[in-house]
């Protein structure tokens, strides 16, 4: 059975901290959680248990971005009629569990790197500058990745720095000679995993291990956490010359209805 949660007690959030850890789903479900609670109207959450009351899948809904994290036990059929009922703006889960019903979605891979493994990214000259300067952040993210943000800079900021201030995530810009070429962040941190995303590179300076060198400053920084990312297939290659491992496939469906 599906429940919509009106709010999380102490003990049900250790609850779902415990069935979503290590899982990038699942983390990545928890994330709004864990950022603002459920007592904003842009984040929605969902539990589905068994006849026992055991958890089985867990899902949120963030700004219209719906994460489904589902185990092995979980009710599939109920979860897909699920979200059919509700719509979304964007869907992304196992694409093991959503790709027969969605076959327009695009999959990609989900990336990890163990707790206490190093990455092996070359480093770069120039500097690292961490939750800060969100301006360059953004200029540098959306520069290198039309269309990957959708808000405009203010709610951008909004959204971003509060969950930096609240420990759930966390940001890196690279510099050059005082010029921003790179990011990177730690877009969800968690008990014991870390979703790494925001990874970009200004065109004109790729090549030159910038992104890289984010990226291993954020794994440098979460040592006791597994990391996580996901990556079209292309970039698979890339993340594996830096340690890390393909541990999944992810899909994620553009739009249903709001």
């Not at 479900?29 to 609670?37: N, Q």
């Not at 219209?64 to 994290?69: D, K, M």
């Not at 009629?81 to 999959?107: C, N, W």
């Not at 909004?158 to 990177?184: I, K, M, Q, W």
Request: with cysteine; aromatic share 12%.
């Amino acid at each position: 059975m599906i429940k919509y949660l009106e709010s999380v007690t102490p003990e049900q959030m250790a609850e779902l901290k415990s069935f979503c850890e290590g899982s990038v789903f699942g983390i990545k479900a928890l994330g709004p959680v864990l950022s603002y609670g459920l007592s904003y109207d842009f984040v929605s959450a969902w539990t589905q248990r068994d006849e026992a009351g055991h958890l089985t899948a867990f899902l949120s809904k963030y700004y219209g971005t719906v994460t489904v994290h589902v185990s092995p036990l979980g009710d599939v059929p109920e979860l897909l009629a699920f979200l059919r009922a509700i719509g979304f703006g964007a869907l992304v889960g196992p694409a093991a569990v959503l790709a027969e019903a969605y076959p327009e979605g695009e999959t990609g891979c989900v990336m990890s790197l163990s707790a206490g493994s190093a990455c092996i990214a070359k480093g770069a000259e120039g500097e690292l500058v961490w939750d800060d300067d969100f301006r360059h952040f953004y200029d540098v993210l959306t520069a290198s990745n039309p269309g990957y943000v959708v808000e405009d800079y203010g709610d951008f900021l909004t959204d971003f720095s509060y969950r930096v201030r609240h420990g759930t995530a966390r940001s890196v810009l690279f510099e050059v000679n005082g010029t921003p070429v790179a990011t990177a962040a730690a877009l969800v941190v968690s008990g014991h995993d870390v979703f790494l995303g925001a990874i970009a590179t200004l065109p004109e300076a790729r090549g030159h291990h910038y992104a890289s060198t984010c990226i291993r400053a954020l794994c440098d920084a979460y040592p006791d956490r597994r990391a996580y990312l996901m990556c079209r297939p292309d970039k698979q290659a890339f993340y594996e010359r830096l340690g890390l491992q393909k541990t999944d496939d992810y899909l994620e469906v553009a739009s249903s209805r709001k």
